[in-house]
């Protein structure tokens, strides 16, 4: 018996995934592609924006269509936000939210209770917590996901050891929203860190006001966390950000950038801004260009708003057409170019630690792609000099002569 997970969605959902995959192996089902006919697809969807639900719906209608014997499992965010609409997709098995075993295993296993080597031996995720307790306008996820619960620091060691144990040497810390973990997101950045084997802790995206100083000083002691700074902007301009309910201003913002910059002063700070938000007009969109620009971030995520029903933002007045919140996102790419490559250039002649996830690539601490024209042993760390950048990525030597003799 054959089965496929497709994934759509954030790093959460990536990481459930790999748990599913292991639940479905542990039962005697063998992974198959996409493009192969398998006895069950299982499809862990998402809710955030309207784009990725209309790409689900056609997965399940292209996979119905070629097989119609096979059984399609819609699982994750969408049939939990939008039960009514998920019914209609054709599929056969509705699980909201996450998937935790076929009928047929008794006990269901917990969605924790099974650790998935992931595909990549390099880099791992770890989910931390799940849920959020905030209402941000335009965010589905609290109603998704419901509420935060935390994982014990005991059973994140015991999953960080495992990822170890099986060679990743990067964990990503994930979760919905990991500022909100119960016992301190430091805690646990330290507690997976202390695991031997682990060489590299990452943090997945901030809450701008949930972190403190005294939070970001502790993390500087840490010497295996990564100099990557996810700060989730979403708008520059305050009176956006109020209409958001977001809880910080553009100020504020910028105030917990140069703090971590102050205790990482080589880090790199990444972010996802909203284009097009209800009532957006030309000059708060100006005014998150310029704040953008000063910040100078590494990389943006830039998304069209797209309001998800049941959501405060999606009755709002003022909603923008779609060619106008495509323009926007376009300027707003625009401008990633230009602070890309301006961070690009600062890296050229210094040395970079990088993680090699195949022989000629690899990233640093600070998430910059790296390209050899040597190759390194995969899955090991090579402390490298920069030497150019291109659009996408840097090149970079070696400072030994380590690399690989095949
Ligand atoms: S902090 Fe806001 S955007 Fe993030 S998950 Fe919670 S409600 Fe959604």
Redesign the pocket.
């Known amino acids: 018996m054959y089965f496929t997970v497709t994934t759509f969605g954030c790093k959460v959902n990536q990481y459930e995934s790999s748990g599913i995959s292991e639940i479905m192996k542990q039962s005697g089902y063998i992974p198959a592609e996409l493009t192969h006919s398998a006895d069950i697809h299982i499809i862990n969807s998402c809710a955030v924006t309207e784009n990725s639900v209309r790409k689900v719906k056609g997965l399940i209608s292209r996979i119905k269509r070629e097989n119609p014997l096979t059984n399609v499992v819609l699982c994750g965010c969408f049939p939990k936000a939008f039960p009514v609409q998920a019914a209609e997709t054709g599929a056969d098995t509705i699980v909201p939210g996450i998937f935790k075993g076929l009928d047929t295993i008794k006990p269901p296993p917990s969605p924790y209770s099974l650790y998935s080597p992931q595909s990549e031996r390099t880099r791992a995720f770890l989910k931390i917590q799940d849920g959020?307790n905030?209402?941000?306008a335009?965010?589905i996820?609290?109603k998704a996901r419901g509420r935060v619960k935390s994982r014990s620091i005991d059973e994140i060691q015991k999953e960080a050891s495992f990822l170890a144990g099986v060679g990743h040497k990067e964990i990503v810390i994930t979760g919905?929203?990991i500022c909100a973990y119960q016992s301190s997101l430091v805690k646990a950045v330290k507690a997976v860190a202390q695991i031997d084997g682990v060489r590299r802790v990452r943090l997945s995206s901030l809450?701008p006001d949930m972190i403190s100083e005294e939070d970001i000083i502790s993390l500087a002691e840490c010497p295996e966390l990564c100099e990557h700074f996810h700060l989730?902007l979403q708008s520059g301009s305050d009176t956006v950000l109020t209409r958001m309910n977001r809880k910080y201003t553009a100020r504020e913002f910028a105030v917990q950038a140069e703090t971590i910059m102050k205790h990482f002063p080589s880090a790199a700070l990444t972010t996802d801004i909203i284009a097009g938000f209800p009532g957006e007009t030309e000059e708060e969109f100006a005014e998150t260009l310029n704040f953008a620009k000063k910040i100078g971030f590494a990389k943006v995520h830039a998304f069209a708003f797209s309001p998800r029903e049941g959501t405060a933002a999606a009755k709002m007045t003022g909603q923008l057409p779609k060619k106008l919140k495509a323009e926007r996102v376009a300027q707003l790419q625009q401008l990633e170019g230009t602070m890309r490559a301006d961070f690009f250039e600062r890296l050229i002649g210094t040395e970079r630690e990088v993680l090699m996830e195949t022989p000629f690539f690899g990233h640093t601490r600070c998430y910059t792609p790296i390209r050899t024209t040597v190759a390194y042993e995969r899955n090991s760390i090579v402390e490298m000099t920069v030497t150019d950048a291109e659009r996408d990525y840097c090149t970079a030597i070696s400072n030994s002569l380590n690399q690989c003799s095949s």
């Open positions: 959020c905030r209402c941000c335009y965010c996820i609290p919905i929203n809450e989730s």
